[in-house]
């Protein structure tokens, strides 16, 4: 008997069951199931799914595609989502909710009965005391029917920190029909919340929306609960991050604020104050949002927030201080994140984190060792935000070692998570000798609804190099303007990518002098926060700029100094770093 979730696979009588009872499925479908269940911990490649399910005959491969279809509808799951069966593009599939096997599990052993009710409750008593995967295994030796729904909430937390996130769902969805049944509308709304956060992360957003009113429905005559807190903070979060529409998400924050201060909630506090910081951010008021971001890892530090809601809080600021160019600040959190992720090893936190630091050391100028990670994280976790950061990063990571093919194929499959690839797909355009292509894409990216201040700055330098190399100076000039306004009174990095381009455009507009002080400026900047590779696009920059000035000796040494970090890291010159590369071949 193979057990996943709220299914179990009678492998004897050869029946799928979901919650006891029987789900009618085809021969076929229930072989292909099986066979990938059974071999959950690798993918199965489609040869060998075919020659499983259909022996010596021919079938084509639409014939499989078409099982899978039927599998995925059968374990309520669909081709988009891939929550239960995840498509590996050209490969072939892998099963994706953690599988036990009665016939092998000692919770399950025929001579083993199943926990007593005192046992149950001696379990209850002492869950602070086991970890969260013993915590599973004593709920489903149990079975569903001899569990409260309090039970049920319990074990789906212990799914999701042990990153089984399919059967997280699927015992949710029991818990909130427990609740409901019994007429606990806070409960039935609070599981209701849990699940609509799930599927946000799971990029699922129209069933992310559905939960959500669900639990808003409930709550209608709870509005000064802990539960119509969390309801305000998810929604506010999905304005923010999803909707893309800070000032909405700010005025939700402001109700919540207030709530979590009228009913004195740690959890609800932090969040509130993080994310008021994070929606200023997005409005272009950095220094404001950053202190609100430090002021709620503090209260983190010194007041009693959950494991989950402080997780939350070192993943976001460091998001937060890598989006504005904090990058010391970012540095001086990475190791406390990491110390506390040390501690929740079972989780996704550390994915997220090393991504997160993987990115801070990258633009340190350190590429080694961080490939084998990324993979691992992309393929593995169940959470598709994290899938989608990691492979944004491997792109970013393949694309400054020269691997354009390798780059495009991460951001592409990153962008299929729905994580924002625009950047690295920008780069890999400009790359491949289409510039004009890059200055489309990110044009349409910079107009779009709701662009917020982190993202022009992040977006803007692009387009100025995209631009240049494709002979639109002018549109360089104006991007390179409104670099230098939302730029104002930020960073040293976002001051120092306004300094670049200035000197970018100054340059393309034969403008030397005013060039070389301007790629002065950025290479003083970009050595103070300590970025080699934009270091070394500056001083390549100045040494094209003093060539054309006569200033031989200094063009020398600046395109040496550039280089000889580039090759020290590993890295490869990319964008408009190529283009004044050319410009000072002579002096080779």
Same mark, same amino acid.
């Given at each position: 008997?193979?057990h996943?979730?709220?299914?179990?696979?009678?492998?004897?009588?050869?029946?799928?069951?979901?919650?006891?009872?029987?789900?009618?499925?085809?021969?076929?479908?229930?072989?292909?199931?099986?066979?990938?269940a059974?071999?959950r911990?690798?993918?199965?490649?489609?040869?060998?799914?075919?020659?499983?399910?259909?022996?010596?005959?021919?079938?084509?491969?639409?014939?499989?595609?078409?099982?899978?279809?039927?599998?995925?509808?059968?374990?309520?799951?669909?081709?988009?989502?891939?929550?239960?069966?995840?498509?590996?593009?050209?490969?072939?599939y892998?099963?994706?909710?953690?599988?036990?096997?009665?016939?092998?599990?000692?919770?399950?052993?025929?001579?083993? &009965?199943?926990?007593?009710?005192?046992?149950?409750?001696?379990?209850?008593? &002492?869950?602070?005391?086991?970890?969260?995967?013993?915590?599973?295994?004593?709920?489903?030796?149990?079975?569903?029917?001899?569990?409260?729904?309090?039970?049920?909430?319990?074990?789906?937390?212990?799914?999701?920190?042990?990153?089984?996130?399919?059967?997280?769902?699927?015992?949710?969805?029991?818990?909130?029909?427990?609740?409901?049944?019994?007429?606990?509308?806070?409960?039935?709304?609070?599981?209701?919340?849990?699940? &609509?956060?799930?599927?946000?992360?799971r990029?699922?957003?129209?069933?992310?929306?559905?939960?959500?009113?669900?639990?808003?429905?409930?709550?209608?005559?709870?509005?000064r609960?802990?539960?119509?807190?969390?309801?305000?903070?998810?929604?506010?979060?999905?304005?923010?991050?999803v909707?893309?529409?800070?000032?909405?998400?700010?005025?939700?924050?402001?109700?919540?604020?207030?709530?979590?201060?009228?009913?004195?909630?740690?959890?609800?506090?932090?969040?509130?104050?993080?994310?008021?910081?994070?929606?200023?951010?997005?409005?272009?008021?950095v220094?404001?949002?950053?202190?609100?971001?430090?002021?709620?890892?503090?209260?983190?530090?010194?007041?009693?927030?959950?494991a989950?809601?402080?997780?939350?809080?070192?993943?976001?600021?460091?998001?937060?201080?890598?989006?504005?160019?904090?990058?010391?600040?970012?540095?001086?959190?990475?190791?406390?994140?990491?110390?506390?992720?040390?501690?929740?090893?079972?989780?996704?936190?550390?994915?997220?984190?090393?991504?997160?630091?993987?990115?801070?050391?990258?633009?340190?100028?350190?590429l080694?060792?961080?490939?084998?990670?990324?993979?691992?994280?992309?393929?593995?976790?169940?959470?598709s935000h994290?899938?989608?950061?990691?492979?944004?990063?491997?792109?970013?990571?393949?694309?400054?070692?020269?691997?354009?093919?390798?780059?495009?194929?991460?951001?592409?499959?990153?962008?299929?998570?729905?994580?924002?690839?625009?950047?690295?797909?920008?780069?890999?355009?400009?790359?491949r000798?289409?510039p004009?292509?890059?200055?489309?894409?990110?044009h349409?990216?910079?107009?779009?609804?709701?662009?917020?201040?982190?993202?022009?700055?992040?977006?803007?330098?692009?387009?100025?190099?995209?631009?240049?190399?494709?002979?639109?100076?002018?549109?360089?000039?104006?991007?390179?303007?409104?670099?230098?306004?939302?730029?104002?009174?930020?960073?040293?990095?976002?001051?120092?990518?306004?300094?670049?381009?200035?000197?970018?455009?100054?340059?393309?507009?034969?403008?030397?002098?005013e060039?070389?002080?301007?790629?002065?400026?950025?290479?003083?900047?970009?050595s103070?926060?300590?970025?080699?590779?934009?270091?070394?696009?500056?001083?390549?920059?100045?040494?094209?700029?003093?060539?054309?000035?006569?200033?031989?000796?200094?063009?020398?040494?600046?395109?040496?100094?550039?280089?000889?970090?580039?090759?020290?890291?590993?890295?490869?010159?990319?964008?408009?770093?190529?283009?004044?590369?050319?410009?000072?071949?002579?002096?080779?």
């Amino acid at each position: 008997m193979l057990h996943f979730g709220v299914f179990e696979l009678d492998v004897d009588s050869f029946e799928l069951r979901r919650d006891g009872t029987r789900v009618e499925v085809e021969p076929q479908v229930l072989e292909v199931i099986l066979h990938l269940a059974a071999r959950r911990d690798r993918m199965v490649r489609k040869e060998e799914l075919l020659d499983a399910v259909w022996g010596d005959r021919f079938v084509s491969e639409s014939a499989l595609t078409s099982r899978v279809k039927s599998a995925r509808q059968a374990l309520g799951d669909d081709g988009k989502t891939q929550s239960m069966i995840r498509t590996i593009h050209g490969r072939g599939y892998q099963f994706v909710p953690h599988v036990t096997d009665s016939e092998l599990s000692p919770a399950s052993d025929p001579h083993a &009965s199943a926990p007593t009710a005192l046992a149950l409750e001696e379990l209850r008593a &002492s869950i602070d005391a086991n970890t969260w995967r013993e915590i599973r295994t004593a709920f489903a030796a149990a079975g569903v029917a001899a569990l409260t729904a309090a039970d049920l909430e319990t074990w789906a937390e212990a799914a999701w920190w042990d990153c089984e996130v399919i059967e997280c769902i699927s015992v949710r969805q029991e818990a909130f029909r427990r609740y409901l049944a019994a007429d606990d509308n806070l409960g039935a709304a609070r599981v209701a919340i849990a699940l &609509s956060d799930d599927y946000l992360h799971r990029g699922a957003s129209t069933v992310c929306r559905t939960w959500s009113t669900r639990a808003q429905d409930l709550l209608a005559n709870s509005p000064r609960t802990a539960e119509f807190g969390q309801l305000l903070r998810l929604r506010s979060a999905y304005e923010l991050d999803v909707a893309m529409n800070p000032k909405g998400a700010l005025d939700l924050n402001s109700d919540l604020c207030e709530l979590a201060k009228q009913i004195d909630d740690a959890d609800l506090l932090a969040l509130s104050l993080q994310d008021r910081g994070r929606c200023l951010i997005a409005l272009g008021r950095v220094d404001e949002g950053m202190a609100m971001v430090d002021e709620a890892m503090l209260l983190a530090a010194t007041t009693a927030t959950s494991a989950n809601v402080t997780g939350r809080l070192y993943c976001n600021m460091l998001s937060a201080c890598i989006g504005v160019g904090h990058l010391k600040r970012a540095r001086d959190w990475s190791d406390e994140a990491m110390t506390w992720c040390a501690g929740h090893a079972e989780s996704g936190f550390p994915g997220i984190c090393q991504i997160h630091r993987t990115g801070l050391r990258r633009r340190m100028g350190e590429l080694q060792g961080s490939i084998d990670d990324l993979e691992r994280i992309a393929s593995s976790s169940q959470f598709s935000h994290i899938a989608g950061s990691a492979l944004v990063e491997l792109g970013e990571v393949h694309l400054r070692r020269g691997d354009v093919d390798l780059a495009e194929a991460a951001f592409l499959q990153a962008h299929a998570h729905s994580a924002d690839a625009t950047p690295g797909l920008a780069q890999v355009a400009i790359e491949r000798d289409r510039p004009g292509d890059a200055v489309s894409l990110l044009h349409e990216a910079l107009t779009a609804r709701g662009i917020d201040h982190v993202t022009r700055v992040r977006l803007l330098p692009l387009l100025v190099d995209a631009a240049v190399m494709d002979d639109q100076v002018s549109v360089a000039a104006d991007a390179s303007n409104e670099l230098s306004d939302v730029a104002a009174g930020g960073s040293e990095s976002c001051l120092g990518s306004a300094s670049l381009s200035r000197g970018t455009v100054a340059l393309m507009q034969d403008r030397h002098r005013e060039a070389a002080d301007a790629f002065q400026d950025a290479a003083a900047l970009y050595s103070r926060v300590g970025l080699p590779f934009e270091l070394a696009t500056a001083r390549l920059g100045l040494a094209a700029a003093a060539l054309a000035l006569d200033l031989v000796p200094t063009a020398r040494i600046e395109r040496s100094a550039a280089l000889a970090a580039l090759t020290a890291a590993g890295a490869v010159p990319l964008g408009t770093a190529k283009l004044w590369l050319r410009r000072t071949e002579e002096l080779t």
